[in-house]
């Protein structure tokens, strides 16, 4: 009488995990993806500063103007609406947009080559080149440190200043030197004067700066404009909406900037 007790109670208990497990499942996987949110405004992230400035008349061209708190720099916001109501606009800071694009906080933005290169993202397709924002990612030394001993190619290991450590390690990597980073959001040209550094790794336009501070420029490591970049998975589920934004931005590029009319009768 015990066996057959037991051997009754055997199949319950096989059925009862099975059923649970097979109601987590219908929990957790829902029947269907989320369809993409195609009624709200595609997010443009751009960035503060010299490349905003550069690239106010490529928006204009491009038919992209954003409201009246944007140029105004007592304004706390920072997301704004456009004449388009399929566009908002974020401004954020130049090295915060790629994560931004890469992360599916903004769909689109404008970025740097150099914040590219430093962070990779394998999320971010860049299919414009802006033309804007031109300049140069540099190594420089101060001028009296010319010697063999202060050579970087000569060196195993030199202790490098700089904003851009993943691409500062990299090419140095490359041509066989650890480079030691010393890693600084500002201020790069006193790394080398107060001895934190031997070199330093930073961006250069005209290398006023530098000469001021007493540093030369020895090598250039990439030469930098401004890129429209897009997230790819904002591109595979929205592509009609990002292909039209895309080709606004390639039009607005091939279109001559326009001209100041003569009003005068």
Do not use: W
């Not at 499942?25 to 989320?34: F, I, N, V």
């Not at 031997?198 to 990439?222: F, M, P, Q, Y």
């Not at 404009?225 to 897009?230: A, P, Q, Y």
């Not at 390639?250 to 005068?264: E, F, V």
């Amino acid at each position: 009488m015990v066996c057959a007790h037991v051997t009754k109670k055997r199949p319950a208990r096989r059925g009862a995990p099975a059923l649970m497990s097979e109601n987590a499942l219908t929990a957790l996987s829902p029947a269907q993806p989320p369809a993409p949110e195609t009624d709200s405004p595609l997010i443009l992230a751009l960035p503060k500063g010299r490349i905003l400035k550069a690239a106010a008349p490529l928006l204009h061209r491009a038919g992209i103007v954003p409201g009246p708190d944007f140029n105004d720099e007592k304004s706390r916001l920072l997301r704004f609406e456009t004449n388009d109501p399929g566009i908002d606009v974020v401004r954020v800071r130049s090295f915060d947009v790629a994560t931004f694009v890469a992360f599916g906080g903004a769909q689109v933005g404008i970025c740097g080559a150099d914040v590219l290169m430093e962070f990779d993202y394998p999320e971010i397709y860049a299919p414009l080149d802006l033309g804007i924002g031109g300049c140069r990612i540099s190594i420089a030394q101060p001028r009296d440190r010319s010697g063999q001993e202060d050579n970087p190619n000569r060196l195993s290991q030199v202790r490098v200043a700089t904003k851009y450590p993943s691409l500062t390690r990299r090419h140095f990597a490359a041509r066989g030197i650890n480079a030691s980073i010393v890693h600084l959001h500002g201020a790069m040209e006193l790394a080398p004067v107060l001895d934190l550094s031997h070199l330093i790794v930073d961006l250069v336009d005209t290398g006023s700066t530098l000469r001021a501070n007493g540093l030369e420029e020895t090598d250039v490591i990439a030469h930098v404009t401004s890129r429209l970049i897009v997230n790819r998975t904002a591109l595979k589920t929205q592509p009609e909406r990002i292909t039209a934004l895309i080709n606004r931005f390639r039009t607005a590029l091939a279109s001559p900037p326009a001209q100041a009319k003569d009003h005068t009768a």
